[in-house]
């Protein structure tokens, strides 16, 4: 059972800005600071997109971009682009779990 | 280039205990954390287990623990996943990856295998 929870779906228009949250289910808030974003394509492997709340690895867009505040982590694409349409999924290690994925969010563009 | 591959999956019956490999290339394998993660059938993506670069320190998900171990032949350049007892929820793609080192998040995937449990 995740302890990450995502929204299944967020939409937007090309050019338009959208955010995906990840909310943890710990109280304690010193979990989740090491949180990354991943980007997985039909029938690709996943891609890092975002590591330690808010890097951004070499070569990813900066159109990517991630925060967090209180026990609530998010991923903002900007400019939205056709080829952002994929699921999204955060990711953090965890005092309790060890290691935990969130339940995902697919990015629809219309 | 960097590269991860992985091997072993297919059609397994309940029970049976294959191994899956994960052959590295392109880097350093012996200084990297690994991890297996798994994706069920359209479903979302579950932490399996990581290893330390050097193997002295191993996790798994609840899931898997007393079941499946991780563990790595640096001489090889090969991380391995041994599943015993599979049932039919370990049906799954299963990925390895390599930790970033610079930073948190697994910056590395291979294309996975497959792993089918069914008699």
């Known amino acids: 059972q995740s302890a990450l929870t995502q929204p299944a779906s967020v939409s937007g228009s090309p050019g338009q800005s959208i955010t995906i949250s990840c909310t943890g289910a710990?109280?304690?808030?010193?979990?989740?600071?090491?949180v990354s974003w991943y980007q997985q394509h039909p029938g690709k492997a996943p891609k890092l997109i975002i590591s330690?709340?808010?890097h951004r690895p070499s070569g990813v867009s900066n159109r990517f971009s991630g925060s967090k505040s209180g026990n609530t982590a998010s991923l903002t694409i900007s400019g939205l682009h056709t080829e952002d349409e994929a699921d999204y999924y955060c990711?953090?290690?965890?005092?309790?779990?060890?290691?935990?994925f969130g339940t995902g969010t697919r990015v629809t563009v219309l | 280039q960097v590269q991860l591959v992985e091997s072993g999956g297919g059609v397994v019956q309940p029970g049976r205990s294959p191994r899956l490999s994960c052959a590295a290339s392109?880097?350093?394998?012996?200084?990297?954390?690994m991890h297996w993660v798994r994706q069920a059938p359209g479903k979302g993506l579950e932490w399996v287990a990581v290893?330390?670069?050097?193997?002295?320190?191993?996790y798994y998900a609840d899931s898997v623990k007393g079941r499946f171990t991780i563990s790595r032949d640096n001489s090889k350049n090969t991380l391995y996943l041994q599943m015993n007892s599979l049932r039919g929820e370990d049906t799954a793609m299963y990925y390895c990856a390599k930790e970033s080192g610079s930073s948190t998040g697994m910056d590395v995937w291979g294309q996975g295998t497959t792993v089918t449990v069914s008699s």
């Open positions: 392109g880097f350093t394998f012996g200084t990297y954390g």
């Open positions: 290893i330390s670069y050097d193997g002295g320190n191993k």
């Open positions: 330690d709340v808010s």
């Open positions: 990711s953090s290690y965890t005092s309790r779990t060890f290691y935990v």
């Open positions: 710990s109280s304690d808030l010193d979990d989740y600071k090491y």
